[in-house]
T-cell receptor, first 115, second 115 residues
Framework: NAGVTQTPKFQVLKTGQSMTLQCAQD?????MSWYRQDPGMGLRLIHYSVGAGITDQGEVPNGYNVSRSTTEDFPLRLLSAAPSQTSVYFCASSYIRTGGNYGYTFGSGTRLTVV | GNSVTQMEGPVTLSEEAFLTINCTYT??????LFWYVQYPGEGLQLLLKATKADDKGSNKGFEATYRKETTSFHLEKGSVQVSDSAVYFCALSDILTGGGNKLTFGTGTQLKVEL
């Protein structure tokens, strides 16, 4: 089925380890983004991209890197995991048209625990 | 910056009861407003949206009206079902530098519907 695919679904890391959360979409969406979801705080934007080769920071970018080499993929890298990065991570994509974003689609999430 | 405030949860209702989840926003300009629903273990799904003042979004028996004068977008349903148990997020669209929009979310309201 078309949509946003995130892997892995669950991950446990030790403090200081690195890892990459994968996100892929097959809808030819220009816009892709990463959010983290924490209890009592809703979803907060980490990084986003409006097209291949273009990325920018959201509200909470520290500790995370992204790249966008293709339209389909938007991986999120944790270079040195910290317990404060324990969270549920969602990838989302959409079209960009005059007047705003359309067809916002979320992945099913990655639950990350840093011990 | 722009922000969204939702009523605290959890909200516990009996089946067939009337539901209201309050949402107010602070924004410059006239953002689009959204309600998203998250079922256990899943990503967010768009429930309904409204793009301008006095618009009413509706879907699956849920409704919300964009009230510019009170900066509100309250979610209502006349008769809830057990299957409506989920977390509901109010959100607005925010313009990003470099193009596209991002979603700014409220903290979410958990709804539990009991028989």
């Amino acid at each position: 089925n078309a949509g946003v695919t995130q892997t892995p679904k669950f991950q446990v890391l030790k403090t200081g380890q690195s890892m990459t959360l994968q996100c892929a979409q097959d809808m030819n969406h220009e816009y892709m983004s990463w959010y983290r979801q924490d209890p009592g705080m809703g979803l907060r934007l980490i990084h986003y991209s409006v097209g291949a080769g273009i990325t920018d920071q959201g509200e909470v970018p520290n500790g995370y890197n992204v790249s966008r080499s293709t339209t389909e993929d938007f991986p999120l890298r944790l270079l040195s995991a910290a317990p404060s990065q324990t969270s549920v991570y969602f990838c989302a994509s959409s079209y960009i048209r005059t007047g705003g974003n359309y067809g916002y689609t979320f992945g099913s999430g990655t639950r990350l625990t840093v011990v | 910056g722009n922000s969204v405030t939702q009523m605290e949860g959890p909200v516990t209702l009996s089946e067939e009861a009337f539901l209201t989840i309050n949402c107010t926003y602070t924004a410059t300009g006239y953002p689009s407003l959204f309600w998203y629903v998250q079922y256990p273990g899943e990503g967010l799904q768009l429930l309904l949206k409204a793009t301008k003042a006095d618009d009413k979004g509706s879907n699956k028996g849920f409704e919300a009206t964009y009230r510019k004068e009170t900066t509100s977008f309250h979610l209502e349903k006349g008769s809830v079902q057990v299957s409506d148990s989920a977390v509901y997020f109010c959100a607005l669209s925010d313009i990003l530098t470099g193009g596209g929009n991002k979603l700014t979310f409220g903290t979410g309201t958990q709804l539990k519907v009991e028989l």
